[in-house]
C-alpha cells in the first residue's frame, strides 16, 4: 500500500539495548523527519533528512543515530536505549522544498525498561 | 525558545458551542508556513491545514475556519458548534525555511467536547 510506514508499532526494550525504528515511504519524498511525543512537551524533532545520504540534527538528538542510503527508507536508532526515550516516535515525509503538506506515518510506542 | 506557543493547555466545553484555539508563533524568516493538525485518542496526526506567509486570507472549511495574523503573529483556529468528535489535542506548527522546513509544533492543546 502507498503511504508511510512505521514498525514496529509497539516495543519494549531493555536500557542499554540497541533498537532500531524503521520509517519507509512509497512517494520519493525528499524530506523525511522523526520527532518524538511526550506528554507536556508535544512533538520534538530528533533528525531530518533533505535527501539520500543528507541529515541533520533537530531538537532533541541527543543518543539518536539515523541514515538515509535510499530515498524511502529513514531509520532511527537508538544506540544504547535509556528510560527517558521511553515515548512515542512518528516519521513524516515532505515532497520538497516548500511544504504543501507532511504526511505522518502511525507511530511507534517505545517503552524503555 | 518555544517557536510556537499554544497557551491553552486544555479547554473543555460543552456540544455545540464554538471554540477558539489560540497559536503565537515566532520566526525571522519572510517566507513560513504554519499548520494545524489533530491528534484524535487513537493517536494519529491528521493534518488540517497549511498558511503561507504571504496568504493573509482566512480560511472557512465547514466548521473550522482559522485566523491569520502577520501583525500579531498569531493563527488562531476556531470551531463552530462543536461535536464530540472534535475531542483531541490540536497542535499548531511552524515550518522554515533555515530548519530544512521541519515543523516546529506548539505542545498542543487538549479539546474535551462533552455531550
Redesign the interface.
Same mark, same amino acid.
Given at each position: 500500500d502507498a503511504g508511510i510506514t512505521q514498525s514496529p508499532r509497539y516495543k519494549i526494550t531493555e536500557t542499554g539495548r540497541q533498537v532500531t525504528l524503521m520509517c519507509h515511504q512509497t512517494w520519493s519524498h525528499s524530506?523525511m523527519?522523526w520527532?518524538r511525543q511526550d506528554l %507536556?512537551? %508535544? @512533538?520534538? @524533532?530528533i533528525y531530518?533528512s533533505?535527501a539520500a545520504d543528507i541529515t541533520?540534527k %533537530?531538537e532533541v538528538p541527543d543518543g539518536y543515530v539515523v541514515s538515509r542510503s535510499k530515498t524511502e527508507n529513514f531509520p532511527l536508532t537508538l544506540e544504547s536505549a535509556t528510560r527517558s526515550q521511553t515515548s512515542?516516535y512518528?516519521c513524516?515525509s515532505?515532497e520538497g522544498?516548500?511544504?504543501?503538506?507532511?504526511?505522518?506515518g502511525?507511530?511507534t510506542r517505545l517503552t524503555v525498561v | 525558545a518555544q517557536k510556537v506557543t499554544q497557551a491553552q493547555t486544555e479547554i473543555s466545553v460543552v456540544e455545540k458551542e464554538d471554540v477558539t484555539l489560540d497559536c503565537v508563533y515566532e520566526t525571522r524568516d519572510t517566507t513560513y508556513?504554519l499548520?494545524w493538525y489533530k491528534q484524535p485518542p487513537s493517536?494519529? #496526526?491528521v493534518?488540517l491545514i497549511?498558511r503561507n506567509s504571504f496568504d493573509e486570507q482566512n480560511e472557512i472549511s465547514g466548521r473550522y475556519s482559522w485566523n491569520f495574523q502577520k501583525s500579531t503573529s498569531s493563527f488562531n483556529f476556531t470551531i463552530t458548534a462543536s461535536q464530540v468528535v472534535d475531542s483531541a489535542v490540536y497542535?499548531c506548527a511552524l515550518?522554515e *525555511?533555515n530548519?530544512?522546513? *521541519? #515543523?516546529?509544533?506548539?505542545?498542543?492543546t487538549s479539546l474535551l467536547v462533552t455531550p
Open positions: 524530506y523527519f520527532y %507536556g512537551h %508535544g @512533538l520534538r @524533532l531530518y533533505a541533520d %533537530g512515542v512518528f513524516a515532505s522544498t516548500v511544504p504543501y503538506g507532511y504526511t505522518f502511525s507511530g | 508556513y499548520f493517536g494519529e #496526526l493534518f497549511r497542535f515550518s *525555511a530548519s530544512g522546513y *521541519a #515543523l516546529n509544533f506548539g505542545k498542543g
